[in-house]
């Protein structure tokens, strides 16, 4: 087993639920990598929601919340409430993150909470059988959309920098080396991070919308179309050429939430001591 | 007598302050009325005892976090009203599967959908009890004033360490928003249940096992247990169940408590015991059932009210005491007919009718309807 694995991975649950050529796999070997080379394995604590990417935490010997199908974001507000000092990180998905769970991800985003998202994007609702997703391309022909996909895409990046995220990257699995440094970044980063990590599912998007199942080929299409561009304003033009721009595209300081929360509650216990008006 | 303090309070204060006694340090929340002063108060009085109240996005995400919190070592509460307790059923499940201790306060407005929303009722009866999906079984306390209120939120928060479990406090806009007198006793007159924690090494817990009374020790995260909990039907090791697996945790999850409702289970009578006519009531409508007793006896009516305290699980066996040797029984209550189901279900005489006297639509009943009603349809 990988030095990794022996060290981090709970052996009493293999093997990993993940289809053959699952990118699941390659990110939990980037984020393990990250979470040794920073030595913080103590301090995690990670929630999911449902969907193939909530599995990913599962598998590693840490503290984790899998709850309800949108909803690891509260759950981590509420572990991340409780103690500070903890990192905590939430491993969901393009549906899970961006439809039924999108308010949570504006919210979160909006606080600034000292929190990592990673949104594993794989265009589709792959768990259930290959039913469009917020991340499917327009045209795609997916279990519900027998005709066609009339809905555009939600691109998740932009609306965690709308919402008011202080740290937003997106990579691909094709991006180890990167993935891993990003990850080191959010992990250190002192506000609300979100990844997002383009990924392969040869099963349901390889099979349905990319036109095979083979997991070369998926990883090579992730390969040909990822495209490093931290520019937003060339975006549009990349996009439109059917590619998706990956890089490290936002990270900037704001006050974090709970560093707020305790220097108010210094404050009006002080105000309260004194008698006064808080 | 117990040393405290005696302080004019509304229901919803009595709630938030009985809390903060019972260590709760975060409370996750959405306002609705009428339940909204609980968010208020507590958003005011947290951040005194290095506590968080948050205002989430909606009421999926209140309870949610409060789970979070709980796992995150600590109590944990959030309060609501029908449309808000509708969003929280998932959560509800989610508390009960991951078995994470919490309090849920319902301070029930009039339904279907927004209904009445300044105005009392009590259909959430049933959704308490069994508003989330599968087989479960959760306890529910129904205070009647705002010294209830605030007993039974200690007690909440007692009951629901003692057996991992969501512990819902069904009250109603009545007993919300009475003000009324509201004895505190101070903290070392009370007695307070903390979640038991493992103390074994990491290598030899195996986190859902659970001990003789069917509730596993709980590990509070990041304190070297590295827990996996999952909200899937699960292993002892917390890993995905097989089907073996899944029946026995549904099983313990149920008999914890169902087997133990001893230690919980409470039903009041008001009035003359040996009456032949009884009231059943839960929730505010106990306090004009109560008048309607008093009421009566000045006429010469020998009445007795039940009051239903803890309504699920439903306390068949202390219902059939209390209502032994009643020829009459009228179960009074702010809905259509939902606590007399039950008591049709646990009083199977077939010589005894069980009557409902009903009033919805945010009309709270008055004493003398009470009598007239006893009167009229003899």
Same mark, same amino acid.
Request: aromatic letters at 12%; proline letters at 7%; one cysteine or more.
């Given at each position: 087993m990988n030095p990794l694995g022996e060290k981090y991975?709970?052996?009493?649950?293999? =093997?990993?639920?993940? #289809?053959?050529? #699952?990118?699941d796999g390659m990110i939990v070997q980037a984020f393990l990598q990250a979470v040794d080379d920073l030595g913080c394995v103590d301090d995690l604590a990670l929630t999911a929601g449902i969907? #193939?990417?909530?599995?990913?935490?599962?598998?590693?010997?840490v503290d984790i919340l899998k709850v309800l199908h949108g909803r690891a974001i509260p759950a981590a507000i509420g572990i991340k409430a409780t103690n500070p000092s903890r990192k905590v990180v939430t491993f969901t998905g393009d549906g899970d993150c961006l439809a039924i769970g999108g308010n949570h991800l504006l919210h979160a985003a909006r606080r600034n909470i000292d929190m990592t998202v990673v949104m594993v994007n794989?265009?589709?609702?792959?768990? +259930?059988?290959g039913q469009v997703a917020p991340s499917t391309a327009v045209g795609s022909k997916t279990q519900t959309t027998p005709?066609?996909? !009339?809905e555009r895409q939600l691109n998740g990046c932009k609306v965690a920098i709308a919402a008011g995220a202080t740290m937003v990257s997106r990579w691909s699995t094709a991006h180890p080396k990167q993935l891993i440094k990003t990850f080191k970044k959010a992990l250190n980063h002192k506000g609300f991070s979100f990844i997002e990590i383009m990924s392969q599912c040869p099963v349901q998007t390889g099979r349905y !919308?990319?036109?095979?199942?083979s997991p070369q080929f998926n990883f090579q299409w992730l390969k040909d179309h990822c495209m490093k561009e931290e520019? =937003?304003?060339?975006w549009a033009e990349i996009e439109a050429q059917g590619n998706i721009p990956v890089g490290d595209f936002l990270q900037v300081e704001q006050p974090e939430f709970m560093a707020e929360v305790a220097r108010m509650n210094q404050r009006v216990k002080e105000a309260q001591a004194k008698g006064g008006d808080r | 007598m117990k040393k405290g303090r005696i302080k004019v309070m509304l229901g919803n204060e009595a709630c938030v302050e009985a809390a903060l006694l019972a260590g709760c340090r975060f409370y996750g929340g959405y306002p609705i009325t009428p339940a909204t002063e609980i968010l208020e108060i507590m958003s005011r009085r947290l951040p005194l005892v290095d506590g968080l109240c948050l205002q989430m996005e909606d009421e999926i995400a209140a309870l949610v976090a409060v789970v979070g919190a709980s796992w995150g070592g600590t109590k944990a509460m959030t309060a609501t009203s029908g449309p808000g307790f509708c969003l929280m059923q998932e959560a509800i499940g989610l508390a009960v599967a991951v078995e994470a201790p919490c309090v849920i306060v319902n301070v029930q407005r009039g339904?279907?959908?927004?209904?009445?929303?300044t105005s009392t009722a009590q259909g959430d009866f049933y959704q308490a009890r069994y508003?989330?999906?599968?087989d479960y079984s959760l306890i529910v306390l129904c205070p009647s004033t705002a010294q209830e209120m605030f007993d039974h939120t200690i007690k909440a928060f007692n009951l629901s360490e003692r057996f991992r479990i969501p512990v819902i406090i069904l009250s109603d806009e009545v007993v919300g928003h009475i003000r009324e007198k509201v004895f505190i006793p101070d903290a070392d007159q009370l007695t307070f249940v903390e979640r038991k924690v493992p103390t074994v090494p990491m290598e030899e817990f195996?986190?859902?096992?659970?001990?003789e009374n069917g509730v596993p020790l709980m590990p509070t995260f990041n +304190?070297?247990?590295k827990s996996p909990v999952i909200?899937?039907?699960?292993?002892l090791n917390g890993n995905r169940g097989n089907a073996k697996e899944a029946v026995e945790n549904i099983r313990r999850i149920v008999s914890k408590i169902e087997d133990h409702m001893d230690e919980f289970a409470e039903v009041q009578v008001y009035g003359?015991?040996?009456?032949?006519t009884a009231f059943v009531t839960f929730g505010s409508v106990c306090r004009a059932a109560r008048s309607a007793v008093d009421m009566g006896k000045e006429k010469g009516l020998a009445i007795r009210s039940v009051e239903v305290k803890t309504v699920w699980p439903f306390p068949d066996h202390l219902v059939r005491r209390a209502l032994a040797g009643a020829k009459r029984i009228v179960v009074a209550e702010m809905n259509l007919g939902m606590l007399q189901r039950e008591i049709e279900r646990v009083i199977?005489? =077939?010589?005894i009718k069980i009557e409902l006297f009903s009033k919805i639509g945010g009309i709270y009943p008055q004493p003398q309807e009470f009598l007239r009603f006893l009167e009229e349809k003899r």
């Open positions: 991975l709970r052996k009493d649950f293999l =093997p990993f639920l993940f #289809c053959p050529g #699952c990118g969907g #193939c990417s909530a599995w990913i935490g599962v598998y590693m010997h794989n265009q589709i609702y792959a768990m +259930t059988g005709y066609g996909n !009339l !919308l990319l036109g095979s199942g520019d =937003p304003s060339k | 339904g279907p959908a927004s209904g009445q929303s508003g989330s999906n599968g195996v986190i859902f096992k659970p001990e +304190t070297g247990y909200s899937q039907a699960k292993s003359d015991e040996k009456a032949e199977r005489q =077939p010589e």
